[in-house]
């Protein structure tokens, strides 16, 4: 079974009908394979090579750069993110160096850039999408009050004729005309022909759920575009550092009815493990051993402290709802805090929250969009693919617990980073919540 048919069972009762959530959900679908199926901007997808608004057009070579080690960084995410009433494609990047082992934990090593594209064609295709989809809810709206019209005739003609009622004051009262089955020309399957209103409760609660576009709906709703992806090249037409690349489908959240976090219960197995064999080593004599098994395990004190922190008690009991998720987005939200304890998490626990404004627009603020989660690393190292995981193989490597990306509000770049082909790159506030160091 995919992950998809795993999200996407009917089984209503697997979810908690009284949790609702803003945010949407990414998770990896199917493997990129360049020959076959390449990306496009209306792609979002994690690993691989990005794919640049115009193949001719890229991001400063500096913000491709990590500025600790100076090497090209690899694309963890690339999110494609249009909003609500703007007439441009709009797409946000993660990369991120590979040298974990060097530039873990190093300011720079972990960037965000939010790129649009205001060419003509997109504009006046997204114009063309938005009044078809005006025209749409229109003709929806005339028929919904066509019906009820019709409706209201058929009732009055019903109950309106003075042979078919003895009294003015109560259409019912006297002979009952429809005391015969056979009589009604509406009794079908239901006795009452208006027990439920079809124009009443039912179209109400329609028009409700006509909500404006969601992310998801956005993002997914541009099929007639997607052609082959042209090439993209940069100055030294050479491809960036890369990890595997994952189509990534977006939903919106829903909560499992689960008991435990399988992810943290393979964590306190471990820890179990750890504990046993001290046990085991005390009762055999060891004397060598002195202090409990975190003290000489640094990994086991790592989970435990994690274990200690509310905020990571809130992440797992989140995540363990929808564990394959790699992404969220909430625009203007709120991030789902790894800790509780460093300094991105003291920016969005002030009140206001402390988030530096963009310096490219000064009098605008920035807000949360979306963040990148740890089974992603999964994905981009492979980890998922070995026969057995091992607790070294999650705390190596990738050393981050969530990249979180806030953005301009007012989603500004000034009309001068606009190139030939309508193209602008800007970077983005990214935090990163690292794993606690031992």
């Not at 007439?87 to 993660?94: A, G």
């Not at 090439?231 to 990890?243: A, E, G, I, Q, V």
Request: glycine share 6%; hydrophobic share 30%; proline share 6%.
């Amino acid at each position: 079974m995919s992950s998809h048919d795993e999200y996407s069972s009917d089984e209503e009762d697997i979810f908690e009908a009284s949790q609702k959530s803003d945010v949407y959900l990414g998770f990896v679908d199917a493997p990129i394979v360049e020959d076959e199926d390449p990306p496009t901007i209306e792609d979002t997808f994690i690993g691989g090579q990005p794919i640049w608004l115009h193949p001719e057009s890229l991001p400063k070579e500096k913000s491709l750069t990590c500025d600790n080690c100076n090497k090209k960084m690899a694309l963890l995410l690339q999110a494609f993110a249009p909003m609500d009433g703007k007439l441009y494609d709009r797409v946000i990047y993660i990369f991120g160096c590979k040298d974990s082992r060097q530039c873990s934990k190093k300011k720079g090593s972990i960037k965000a850039i939010r790129g649009i594209v205001k060419d003509q064609e997109t504009i006046d295709k997204i114009r063309k999408e938005n009044e078809e989809a005006q025209s749409h809810q229109l003709d929806e709206k005339l028929k919904a009050e066509t019906q009820k019209k019709l409706h209201i005739e058929l009732t009055k003609d019903l109950f309106g004729k003075k042979e078919e009622s003895s009294s003015v004051a109560n259409p019912f009262g006297g002979s009952n005309p429809f005391d015969k089955k056979n009589d009604n020309p509406f009794s079908g399957s239901a006795s009452s022909p208006f027990g439920s209103n079809p124009f009443g409760s039912k179209t109400e609660e329609e028009s409700k759920a006509k909500k404006p576009e969601s992310y998801a709906e956005i993002a997914s709703k541009n099929e007639t575009k997607k052609t082959k992806a042209k090439k993209n090249t940069s100055d030294t037409d050479s491809p960036l550092p890369s990890y595997k690349g994952s189509f990534v489908y977006v939903e919106t959240e829903k909560f499992k009815k689960v008991a435990n976090d399988p992810e943290l219960e393979k964590y306190k197995h471990l820890i179990d493990m750890d504990v046993n064999k001290d046990d085991e080593s005390e009762s055999t004599g060891s004397s060598n051993r002195r202090g409990s098994s975190s003290v000489l395990d640094p990994q086991t004190s790592k989970i435990s402290n994690m274990l200690d922190d509310k905020y990571f008690e809130a992440f797992s009991n989140t995540v363990k709802h929808n564990p394959g998720q790699v992404l969220r987005y909430n625009l203007g939200g709120k991030p789902l805090l790894y800790n509780g304890k460093d300094e991105i998490a003291k920016k969005f626990l002030s009140q206001p929250p402390n988030i530096p404004s963009p310096g490219f627009n000064p009098s605008s603020e920035r807000q949360f969009e979306l963040q990148l989660m740890p089974k992603a690393i999964m994905d981009l190292e492979e980890i998922n693919t070995k026969e057995t995981i091992e607790i070294s193989d999650i705390l190596n490597g990738m050393s981050w617990g969530t990249i979180i990306v806030a953005t301009d509000k007012e989603d500004y770049i000034s009309e001068e980073e606009f190139d030939d082909n309508n193209v602008a790159y800007i970077e983005e506030w990214c935090g990163v919540q690292w794993e606690e160091s031992v």
